[in-house]
Structures are given as structure tokens and as C-alpha cells.
């Protein structure tokens, strides 16, 4: 979770205000609006991590690194690793998975928008992939993901998380 949050956040520290209205892999966000995206989700799981309420997205504020500062922080604290979100209904340790795959994936929907190079963390994505094969339909039910993209069966494993999640791979601005 730290490597890929931090990750992140490096990115987005250097995309320049002339690409924020550049599309991205994700079709409902432009590069601003990606990271507004990435604000909301590092608040809503920094309130989660803290035993808080779900958080509604707020305007784009620009400050993505530090809330997700406080979210490493929130979820440093043993507790939050422990039982039930009672504002999410789940358990704690789907939650901070679920945070992972967003920071693995829209590190990547990121850096594809602003033509950045991508390496994958193995580790992460290894993580990311194995938690979203068992939870694909569920997000896919939430909203989460998109209907699958055909990616080869010896494709390397970024890829297959891709295409289960709804991405093109081969996505190109």
C-alpha cells in the first residue's frame, strides 16, 4: 500500500496544469479530473481507516500527495486493519485492497495520460490482481469496473488486472 500510494503521488507531483484537461484511460475523467478522483479516494479511505463515515467527492483541490499522506498514516495504525467498516459494511482488509487496486490502476491511467513510463510493482500487482479476480463481479455490480477487456491468457499479470477491471492495455491518448 505505501509503495503504490507513494508512487502515486510522485506522479501526480509531476504532472505540469497544461495536461489537467488531457483525457485519460478512464473515460469518465480527464487528467483533472482523475485526480480529483484520487483526492476523493484518498479521503474516503483515511475516514474508513479511522472507523468514519463514507465522504462525498469534493472539488478538485490539488493536494492529492498529502491526502494520501494522512491516509498511510490512518492506516499505519493497527485498529485499522481490525473487523467491519460500519460505514462500508465490509471487512477492514477488503478495504485497504480495494484502495491498493486504485492506487495500482490509476497510477497507470495517470501516467498513460501524461506519457509517462509504468513499471509495474510486482509485488502490488500480484496483490491487486489475486484480490480483484475474487471481488471482479462485485465491483462490477458497485460500479467499480467495466465489462472485461479480452487480454491473452499469458498476458503479464498488469495486463490481465487491466482487462479484468474494464482497461484496454493497449490504451493510447
Not at 472507523?51 to 490539488?62: H, K, L, N
Not at 498513460?112 to 484480490?131: C, I, N, S, T
Request: charged residues 25%; hydrophobic residues 40%.
Amino acid at each position: 500500500m505505501r509503495r503504490a500510494t507513494e508512487q502515486t503521488a510522485d506522479l501526480v507531483r509531476a504532472v505540469g496544469q497544461e495536461r489537467l484537461g488531457d483525457p485519460t484511460p478512464c473515460a469518465e475523467f480527464d487528467v483533472r479530473g482523475l485526480i480529483n478522483h484520487l483526492e476523493w479516494v484518498a479521503e474516503l479511505f483515511e475516514s474508513l481507516a479511522e472507523g468514519g463515515p463514507r465522504v462525498e467527492q469534493g472539488p478538485y483541490a490539488g493536494d492529492f500527495p498529502e491526502r494520501a499522506g494522512r491516509t498511510l498514516a490512518a492506516w499505519e495504525k493497527p485498529r485499522a486493519w481490525e473487523g467491519m467498516s460500519p460505514a462500508m459494511g465490509m471487512p477492514m482488509t477488503t478495504l485497504a485492497h480495494m484502495f491498493l487496486v486504485d492506487m495500482v490502476v490509476h497510477r497507470w491511467d495517470l501516467a498513460r495520460a501524461v506519457g509517462e513510463p509504468y513499471g509495474p510493482d510486482v509485488e502490488a500487482v500480484a496483490r491487486a490482481l489475486g484480490f480483484t479476480e475474487r471481488m471482479v463481479e462485485m465491483g462490477r455490480k458497485r460500479g467499480a469496473f467495466g465489462p472485461p477487456v479480452a487480454v491473452p491468457e499469458d498476458a503479464p499479470p498488469f495486463d490481465r488486472l487491466l482487462g479484468a477491471i474494464g482497461r484496454d492495455p493497449g490504451w493510447k491518448p
